[in-house]
């Protein structure tokens, strides 16, 4: 899985540089549109994984554009405004955004909305699929029972464990960052040391590998992840 893509549409450069830092560093690719009409261009030639967007911008606003996007795709949009008021006029509208921040805000508190969003329609569109029993060689993982069978035993995981295992299993060969794992698994929470992504795996494949110094499913990718291989 690659990075998520996210354009920021912001006219105030500092601004725009700040929320591209934080997003950058929680993961995510970023791309600058410095008013309403480069915006347009930008996603005319390719849509993002999302957008966040100033109301008040310089030749389209971010109501229209937030409109003429909305004829066009589906894709995530933050909204942000510049004053209390403005809430109401976007609720009246009723407009099509996923969430909103007012300024002044904290870049981590967007940071924390944005996952929000792509947490809530992750879940509502794998909801079906992440029921689905995962049945590989040796392998079996029941997510709506939450066992494990390893060789035809059963195998004893903690909640976390399953979860990453589940994940992981479910796209087999996929490769996942320790971001992405701590994301998808932890829930994004500022406080968890990403060491806890490698002393998980480490746990998993004692339980799972029959050899967990030479791992056969639970894979690193070095540099990058880890991923599942069935
Ligand atoms: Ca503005």
Redesign the pocket.
């Known amino acids: 899985m690659s990075e998520k893509r996210i354009l920021v549409v ?3 450069p500092s601004l725009a540089e700040v929320v591209s830092l934080y997003l950058k560093r929680a993961g995510f690719q970023v791309q600058i549109a410095s008013d309403g009409k480069q915006a347009m261009n930008i996603l005319e030639k390719q849509i993002p994984d999302f957008v966040i967007l ?4 310089p030749e389209v606003d971010g109501l229209s554009l937030t409109r003429w996007l909305r004829d066009r795709s589906d894709v995530p949009i933050i909204m942000v405004t ?1 004053r209390r008021e403005e809430i109401d006029r976007i609720a009246g509208l009723e407009m099509g955004a996923d969430d909103y921040v007012v300024k002044p805000f904290s870049p981590q508190e967007l940071v924390s909305r944005v996952r929000a969003v792509l947490r809530r329609i992750g879940r509502e569109q794998t909801g079906a699929e992440s029921e689905r029993v995962l049945s590989y060689d040796s392998i079996t993982v029941n997510p709506l029972t939450r066992a494990v069978m390893v060789r035809e035993s059963q195998i004893d995981l903690t909640a976390k464990e399953f979860d990453m295992l589940h994940l992981l299993a479910r796209h087999p060969k996929q490769v996942f960052t320790r971001d992405q794992l701590l994301e998808r698994v932890w829930g994004g929470a500022e406080y968890i040391d990403p060491g806890t992504v490698t002393v998980h795996v480490r746990r998993l494949r004692e339980k799972l590998e029959t050899d967990p110094s030479s791992p056969k499913h639970l894979l690193t990718v070095w540099g990058v992840g880890y991923k599942f291989e069935p």
Not at 54 to 57: G, H, N, Y
């Open positions: 912001e006219d105030e100033d109301l008040m911008l510049a």
